[in-house]
């Protein structure tokens, strides 16, 4: 008999669906609306926060098409939390206008396709970067990726394609050449794979998060051409959905646009849970990112909690991350782009070294292979200089807790003396110029120029052009102000409008600002 892969079961999941009965919504009294709308804001709200666990995490997605209007999906670590969770929303005044046409219970977990050390050696015998990386399967975060798209799936057992017929070294490999085409969606999807068998009408349940609804669309055509899906799985009805903030449930059900205007964009949820899924994309076994037999693995960001910033930062972020939303504001009205490099919902940390820069690259370039296994790294890279004595290390994640914790491990890099945002003042990058190559020079001496008109800015204490050691195209700009209002004097000044215009002719992409306080 085919030997079973080994399982380690994490969190419980309970994907809650819920239609409207429109007519009696409509129809009700606007003070029972108003009630009904409270309660369920209540709800939802204190089941982000997960008071009603000590782990965890709650959100709820509007779901477009007939199947259902609402999705509330919880992670808890016990079965009967979860029945805790549903039963409570049924106490709600909004319940009673709600019918359940489906539910999905499952249970997250990792196999022996992830490793057959953790399962014969124990957690000790495994790297730190696989350590965190089964927790954060076992553990999931609900990701802050607006879009969500949930399908169940079982592994064939027809007369001709059997997957349970096959040995576990077919099913180690072909869940190895699954998870290199999911690997390219990096950065794109992330999802969470849980286990139903037992539990529910199919063996698995996938759950995928993208802020591009057309990645989630992608990702699944191209899987359906590899062989562990075009000859063993098999699946069941698909749901797709955008998640909002709970605070939003009048405007939903007022027939407005969600998330509002107020609350556009992944940064107004809050991760409470531990982990995130990486943007690999695997079908069942709780197979994960597979390795081919070399005790190498991929993937998600184990034991990191999702963050709201637009950077990195300490207590008191949540005043950070307003005044960093006021500040895109500001520049959007001076048409300036100010969004984060390689999307909206990536966090940068940078530290400054005064080593040789080819010491520290040779350093961050171990780290590097060590960050790759996580789905939350988007870019880790070493900057030279172009006129001061150091580098910069700056490494870019898709959670704000995952570059902290990259921070760490940077901290003990040689020569390391300051890291942005940490100095007095107000920090500002301009981060991945991409330069076209025949204006690499003239962008330099153009640098040159505005250095020397900064220099002579009231409240502007330093600038650095550095280049990517890597990739000589690919410029980043430090600067440090003495505060805000010193920083924006700038941005509103003729020099800097006129600097922007002439970029258009010299940049192969627009320049993104991050800022750092």
Do not use: C
């Amino acid at each position: 008999m085919p030997r079973a892969p080994q399982t380690e079961e994490g969190w419980y999941a309970l994907h809650d669906f819920r239609s409207i009965d429109w007519d009696a919504w409509r129809n009700a009294p606007q003070r029972e609306r108003d009630r009904a709308v409270e309660e369920a804001v209540d709800y939802l709200q204190s089941h982000e926060a997960v008071e009603d666990d000590e782990a965890g995490a709650s959100a709820v997605f509007s779901v477009v098409g007939h199947k259902a209007d609402l999705l509330v999906l919880h992670f808890r670590p016990t079965l009967d939390a979860l029945s805790t969770a549903e039963r409570r929303f049924e106490r709600t005044a909004l319940a009673g206008f709600t019918d359940q046409p489906t539910s999905y219970v499952s249970v997250t977990e990792v196999s022996g396709y992830v490793s057959d050390e953790y399962f014969e050696e124990g957690a000790d015998a495994v790297d730190e970067g696989l350590r965190r990386y089964i927790e954060g399967k076992m553990k999931p975060d609900i990701p802050d990726d607006e879009y969500v798209s949930f399908y169940p799936m079982s592994k064939r057992r027809g007369e001709e394609y059997n997957w349970y017929d096959l040995s576990f070294e077919e099913r180690a490999e072909l869940m190895a050449g699954h998870g290199d085409v999911g690997r390219k969606y990096a950065g794109k999807i992330k999802q969470v794979i849980a286990s139903s068998v037992g539990f529910d009408d199919y063996e698995w349940g996938v759950t995928l998060f993208g802020s591009d609804p057309t990645d989630i669309k992608d990702i699944v055509y191209e899987m359906r051409f590899d062989e562990a899906s075009s000859r063993y799985g098999e699946f069941g009805q698909f749901y797709v959905g955008r998640r909002f903030p709970p605070t939003d449930l009048g405007a939903y059900l007022d027939g407005e646009p969600v998330p509002t205007s107020e609350h556009d964009g992944a940064g107004d949820h809050h991760g409470h849970g531990h982990g995130e899924s990486g943007g690999h994309h695997d079908h069942g076994e709780g197979s994960g990112h597979h390795h081919g037999g070399d005790g190498g693995h991929h993937g998600g960001d184990g034991g990191h909690h999702g963050g709201d910033g637009g950077h990195h930062g300490d207590d008191g972020h949540d005043k950070e991350s307003t005044d960093d939303e006021d500040i895109r504001g500001e520049l959007t009205d001076l048409n300036i782009y100010a969004g984060q490099p390689h999307g909206e919902d990536v966090y940068a940390t940078v530290l400054y070294s005064e080593a040789d820069t080819d010491e520290v690259f040779d350093e961050v370039e171990g780290l590097r292979g060590n960050f790759e296994h996580y789905g939350t790294h988007v870019k880790t890279a070493v900057y030279e200089a172009n006129e001061r004595g150091r580098s910069a290390v700056v490494s870019i994640w898709e959670t704000q807790s995952a570059a902290e914790t990259a921070a760490g491990f940077l901290s003990e890099l040689p020569g390391i003396v300051s890291r942005a945002g940490e100095g007095s003042g107000f920090g500002t990058m301009g981060m991945f110029y991409t330069v076209k190559s025949d204006h690499r020079e003239e962008f330099v001496d153009k640098f040159g120029t505005v250095g020397g008109l900064l220099d002579e800015m009231e409240g502007h204490q330093e600038t650095d052009l550095m280049v990517n050691v890597e990739d000589e195209d690919d410029m980043f700009i430090a600067s440090q102000w003495r505060s805000k209002e010193d920083a924006m004097g700038f941005f509103r000044s003729d020099e800097f409008r006129e600097t922007v215009q002439w970029g258009r002719d010299v940049l192969a992409d627009r320049p993104r600002h991050v800022f750092l306080a």
